[in-house]
């Protein structure tokens, strides 16, 4: 399988799956649609929505890690996992070479040809460096890429998948912006969409629980457990909106010291 030379930043693959909660469902499908967009023409295309902190990352790192650990996809799929905040893509042509960057292909060559022409050798040392494969590109901040790209740029790439039905996308956004919701967008109905849900109190425990065994501190998994636990992760689930990140956040100081008043530190922590 040709991957992309991003490393997902964070947690290694291990320590991904065993703090992975409440979503196993939706992982297991995702992961079995790119299969299926690896190993048939049917290619599919997901947008995770959810506000930041929610734990789109940590989704699309597992889904990755998944897809690149299956065997069967050796000679089927390409991934391309472009980093978190892709600032420069202010066009189709910085799509391109991003993403040819992520497979080691040189670009320098593009430098000294105008726009159009850089875009057509760079779109055809792309499909030619896939060799029959399925193109996987995972962008996170679609919304800040689509506005950097304009209306143009985001045409020139939906006609791009649209006529060459090699690529296959997994997106996240903290929210639909009007590059994906206006019918007059070019993305308008291009993505399955799916809303990413809060954690409940028992999913939070449950994440605490797994931070905690993870780092062998059995009893911060016991303290959660406990009633007095249990009654702290409900007063941040209740100030947090069951925020994922927060959560690691409240671990970490109940690691330090699970006795303190914690609700206003994390807080504090998080308007910083």
Same mark, same amino acid.
């Given at each position: 399988?040709?991957?992309?030379?991003?490393?997902?930043?964070?947690?290694?693959?291990?320590?991904?799956?065993?703090?992975?909660?409440?979503?196993?469902?939706?992982?297991?499908?995702?992961?079995?649609?790119?299969?299926?967009?690896?190993?048939?023409?049917?290619?599919?295309?997901?947008?995770?929505?959810?506000?930041?902190?929610?734990?789109?990352?940590?989704?699309?790192?597992?889904?990755?890690?998944?897809?690149?650990?299956?065997?069967?996809?050796?000679?089927?799929?390409?991934?391309?996992?472009?980093?978190?905040?892709?600032?420069?893509?202010?066009?189709?042509?910085?799509?391109?070479?991003?993403?040819?960057?992520?497979?080691?292909?040189?670009?320098?060559?593009?430098?000294?040809?105008?726009?159009?022409?850089?875009?057509?050798?760079?779109?055809?040392?792309?499909?030619? @460096?896939?060799?029959?494969?399925?193109?996987?590109?995972?962008?996170?901040?679609?919304?800040?890429?689509?506005?950097?790209?304009?209306?143009?740029?985001?045409?020139?790439?939906?006609?791009?998948?649209?006529?060459?039905?090699?690529?296959?996308?997994?997106?996240? @956004?903290?929210?639909?912006?009007?590059?994906?919701?206006?019918?007059?967008?070019?993305?308008?109905?291009?993505?399955?969409?799916?809303?990413?849900?809060?954690?409940?109190?028992?999913?939070?425990?449950?994440?605490?629980?797994?931070?905690?065994? @993870?780092?062998?501190?059995?009893?911060?998994?016991?303290?959660?457990? @406990? !009633?007095?636990?249990?009654?702290?992760?409900?007063?941040?689930?209740?100030?947090?909106?069951?925020?994922?990140?927060?959560?690691?956040?409240?671990?970490?100081?109940?690691?330090?010291?699970?006795?303190?008043?914690?609700?206003? !530190?994390?807080?504090?922590?998080?308007?910083?």
């Amino acid at each position: 399988m040709i991957h992309s030379t991003f490393s997902p930043a964070g947690m290694p693959p291990e320590l991904l799956e065993k703090t992975f909660v409440q979503r196993e469902r939706l992982a297991e499908r995702l992961t079995q649609l790119f299969v299926e967009s690896a190993l048939t023409d049917s290619k599919h295309h997901v947008l995770l929505v959810g506000p930041r902190g929610i734990g789109k990352s940590h989704l699309v790192s597992l889904i990755y890690h998944r897809l690149h650990d299956k065997l069967e996809l050796e000679d089927k799929l390409a991934i391309a996992y472009l980093r978190e905040d892709e600032w420069g893509i202010t066009s189709f042509l910085d799509l391109l070479l991003r993403i040819l960057r992520e497979f080691n292909i040189q670009t320098r060559q593009l430098q000294s040809l105008t726009i159009e022409a850089a875009e057509e050798r760079a779109w055809t040392a792309l499909r030619e @460096s896939m060799q029959g494969k399925t193109l996987l590109v995972i962008l996170e901040n679609l919304e800040i890429v689509l506005r950097s790209m304009g209306e143009e740029g985001q045409r020139k790439w939906r006609a791009c998948v649209q006529n060459n039905p090699i690529w296959s996308l997994l997106a996240t @956004s903290p929210s639909l912006s009007e590059d994906i919701s206006d019918h007059a967008s070019p993305f308008y109905g291009f993505f399955e969409i799916q809303t990413l849900e809060a954690l409940s109190v028992p999913d939070a425990v449950t994440l605490v629980e797994r931070l905690a065994e @993870s780092q062998g501190r059995r009893d911060i998994a016991e303290y959660v457990r @406990s !009633p007095a636990g249990r009654a702290r992760v409900r007063a941040v689930q209740h100030l947090a909106n069951g925020n994922h990140r927060v959560f690691v956040i409240f671990y970490e100081f109940l690691a330090h010291d699970k006795e303190a008043d914690l609700v206003e !530190p994390v807080l504090r922590t998080i308007d910083a």
